[in-house]
């Protein structure tokens, strides 16, 4: 289930940043060293756009955990949710803004993009803690090579293989992203990303949560 959400959020941090002025949705790090950056070159729109970014990804973070907590109980995938319904608001938001075009998309609707995918880093949780963080790749490389390490020591290749399947899905939706750009952008890009996670969030709740559920 790991690998499908990761290839989800590498697709749709893909589809955005390739149909925006280069916005990142899927991870704090680049954004918040652009908003420091935006600071010392002369460009407060930088500085700006990095740091609402970072809070609508902060605040999806919060939404998603206090859903999780109070309403998802039995629903362990319930943060897809959001991002679904975040995706479809932003393409809503984007046809409003500039028609159904294939013009960039919006900074609005980026923004309640990047709220959805904060959601969806909240899928899985342990200790009331994010046990697998789907779009922050930089974590996931770093345990990858940690893993890399410890097999080279004796260990087996299960101490990197889930993490290279994990990164290596990111890369595979960002793929997935970049061939549906070719085929489409603007709003209509921002539709099909939506219609994809719609499928996504139908196949956690019908199949993967109801069968946990009816294992436990």
């Not at 590498?10 to 990142?24: D, E, N, P, Q, R």
């Not at 973070?61 to 362990?76: A, D, E, L, N, Q």
């Not at 779009?135 to 410890?150: D, H």
């Not at 990197?160 to 992203?177: E, N, P, R, Y």
Request: net charge positive.
């Amino acid at each position: 289930m790991s690998w499908i959400l990761a290839w989800l959020a590498g697709l749709v941090g893909a589809v955005t940043f390739t149909h925006s002025a280069g916005y990142f949705v899927t991870t704090a790090t680049g954004n918040t060293q652009r908003a420091v950056a935006g600071l010392f070159i002369d460009d407060p729109w930088l500085s700006i756009s990095a740091t609402l970014l970072v809070s609508c990804f902060l605040g999806g973070v919060i939404f998603g955990s206090v859903c999780r907590r109070r309403i998802w109980r039995g629903h362990p995938h319930g943060p897809t949710v959001i991002t679904t319904v975040c995706l479809f608001l932003a393409t809503i938001g984007d046809v409003l803004l500039q028609g159904w075009s294939t013009a960039p998309v919006a900074f609005i609707p980026i923004l309640v993009v990047a709220f959805g995918i904060g959601a969806l880093n909240t899928t899985f949780v342990k200790n009331g803690e994010v046990s697998i963080a789907l779009s922050y790749v930089t974590g996931t490389v770093v345990k990858l090579g940690q893993g890399i390490e410890r097999h080279l020591s004796g260990g087996s290749v299960a101490d990197w293989l889930g993490h290279f399947l994990l990164f290596a899905s990111f890369v595979g939706g960002g793929l997935t992203g970049g061939c549906i750009c070719s085929l489409v952008s603007g709003s209509q890009l921002l539709a099909a990303a939506a219609v994809v996670c719609a499928f996504t969030t139908a196949y956690t709740y019908f199949f993967t949560d109801r069968r946990a559920v009816a294992q436990q």
